[in-house]
């Protein structure tokens, strides 16, 4: 029974941090905000807005109940929506591509950071669809222990990828701005393809 419990939550854990690691919106903002504020936890701050999202999504798709495939018009809003969120938050961080000196660098408010990282995991399409779909297979199929392991491996993921990050920052002079790169790049290319699926579903 225990050595259930344990394979189970650890499964969890393995999906939770499967699901953070790679390459998005909200890992994007992640770096930004570590490299671009005085304190590395300003990414951390980010990462539990996401998560907290993702709380909301599964409560959401838990009380739907089954499978969710939006029509065409309302996936065209949501992948918009989208594209507009990660071209703004792209444009925010290009603001920042000249280091600011430690005199001009402001305070970390790490509210804004919460709502940043809230505020783009509620739209981003990615989070939306695989939570109505994928998702609600993974709540329906699981227990509460998975779960649990679940939003552990997401834990982990936002403490130690801010601190990994920061730690570069600190050690390699180039790591600023290749950081910055990294989530630019993210946001960019995630907005491109958003509105090439936007004119997809239109012309289709």
């Given at each position: 029974m225990v050595l259930e419990i344990l394979i189970s939550?650890?499964?969890?854990?393995?999906?939770?941090?499967?699901?953070?690691?790679?390459?998005?919106?909200?890992?994007?903002?992640?770096?930004?905000?570590?490299v671009t504020k005085t304190k590395w936890w300003a990414g951390t701050f980010v990462g539990s807005g996401a998560m907290t999202a993702d709380a909301i999504f599964l409560v959401i798709t838990f009380?739907?109940?089954?499978?969710?495939?939006?029509?065409?018009?309302?996936?065209m809003v949501i992948y918009g929506l989208g594209a507009c969120v990660m071209f703004f938050f792209a444009h925010k961080a290009s603001k920042a591509w000249e280091r600011p000196s430690v005199e001009e660098t402001q305070e970390t408010k790490l509210t804004h950071s919460y709502l940043t990282g809230l505020a783009v995991a509620m739209t981003n399409p990615y989070q939306i669809l695989w939570w109505l779909t994928a998702g609600l297979a993974f709540i329906q199929s699981v227990g509460i222990v998975i779960v649990a392991g679940f939003f552990t491996g997401?834990?982990?993921?936002?403490?130690?990828?801010?601190?990994?990050?920061d730690y570069a920052r600190k050690r390699i002079e180039k790591a600023y701005k290749a950081i910055l790169l990294f989530a630019l790049a993210t946001l960019v290319v995630l907005g491109v393809w958003l509105v090439a699926q936007v004119v997809i579903l239109a012309i289709g």
């Open positions: 939550f650890a499964a969890g854990i393995l999906l939770g941090l499967s699901i953070a690691a790679p390459p998005g919106p909200v890992n994007a903002l992640i770096a930004t905000h570590v009380s739907i109940g089954t499978a969710v495939h939006p029509a065409a018009g309302a996936l997401i834990v982990i993921w936002i403490i130690s990828f801010p601190f990994a990050l």
